[in-house]
């Protein structure tokens, strides 16, 4: 291997210990050149990772089979990067993981560490993002309609009852009340639930007009065992974020082990990971999320009904 792996940027500012209230949550460290250990090191890692084979529903595993058996080995290997991963089907279950805080990060939709991290206080920053099976690396919201709608467009949506996601799905929640916002588009009634399913299936049973789901359910998530991708049409979509990162608690993680197990994903990722599916790891591009609701939804904002 290269000696320039071992090469790294070091960070020099201390690590914030009160948790992540928000802003940039991509990691830079600043430019200080530091010779990285060698010594073996053990990373511990909760997985949620809507692409692997081992967090993914049946339904998908055609299409979300990856697997990181590959990866660890050559880590460990080649940097002696033990990476152990304690994988969850259940979002639920992977929460109260962070929550026991006894892991030093994650491997998921960074939104969901980020919203652990705001309420119980790691300090999480992401470190890598990873491409999907078409090398893409955003997740974003698509508001979508019936196929027979008369909705031609996102015009049409004001007055008319929309589905959408609850908090812990930043793509069709906060996301998609910036694009409401933006377009000045106010629906007559908001309804929020859990997964992009049940708000699928609102449509289906006529109690909503249009719904704002995952860019990924209609191809790799339960709802293609329910629908069809040609029985709707897309109106809109909202800002795009990272899809799947490499989340890291710096309360437990040193800057200097952060750099080390992102510089061997980055190596590792200049050939083909063996069942990973796409190209690999990538620097953490940019994200910055919005979390305030404009005040003409808050009052509908949690309306179950």
């Known amino acids: 291997m290269r000696a320039t792996v071992f090469l790294c940027f070091f ?43 081992d967090t993914s529903c049946s339904c998908v595993r055609y299409i979300a089979s990856r697997k990181y058996t590959a990866l660890q080995k050559e880590l460990k290997e080649k940097f002696k ?5 304690r994988y969850f ?3 639920f279950e992977f929460e109260r993981a962070l929550r026991k805080n006894e892991i030093d990060g994650a491997i998921c939709k960074p939104w969901l560490a980020f919203r652990m991290a705001r309420k119980h ?29 008369s909705v031609k467009s996102l015009a049409d949506i004001s007055g008319k009852r ?50 704002i789901v995952s860019h990924y359910v209609l191809v790799a998530d339960c709802a293609v065992d329910m629908v069809k991708p040609d029985d709707f049409r897309q109106i809109a979509v909202t800002v795009k974020t990272p899809l799947t990162s ?10 200097v082990n952060a750099v080390r197990l992102r510089q061997a994903l980055l190596e590792i990722s200049k050939h083909e990971i063996p069942d990973f599916l796409g190209s690999g790891f990538v620097l953490p591009q940019a994200w910055t999320p919005q979390l305030d609701i404009p005040a003409e939804f808050k009052s509908g904002a949690d309306d179950e009904e």
């Open 121 to 149: 206080g790691m300090d999480y920053k992401r470190i890598a993002d990873i491409q999907d099976p078409d090398n893409n690396l955003y997740l974003w919201g698509m508001l979508i309609v019936p196929k027979a709608s």
């Open 162 to 211: 929309l589905a959408m996601g609850k908090d812990d799905g930043y793509e069709k929640y906060y996301a998609a009340f910036e694009l409401l916002h933006k377009n000045k588009i106010r629906p007559a009634k908001i309804m929020h639930r859990e997964s992009c399913l049940e708000n699928i299936g609102l449509m289906l049973d006529g109690k909503a007009d249009a719904a």
């Open 246 to 255: 490499v989340v890291l608690d710096f309360n437990k993680v040193s800057a």
């Open 89 to 91: 089907t259940s979002q």
């Open 11 to 53: 960070l020099i500012s201390g690590v914030a210990m009160a948790g992540w209230s928000g802003g940039e949550t991509a990691w830079q460290p600043k430019q200080t050149q530091e010779k990285l250990s060698k010594k073996p090191l053990v990373v511990t890692l909760a997985v949620n990772d809507i692409y692997c084979a």
């Open 81 to 85: 990067i033990d990476l152990q991963l």
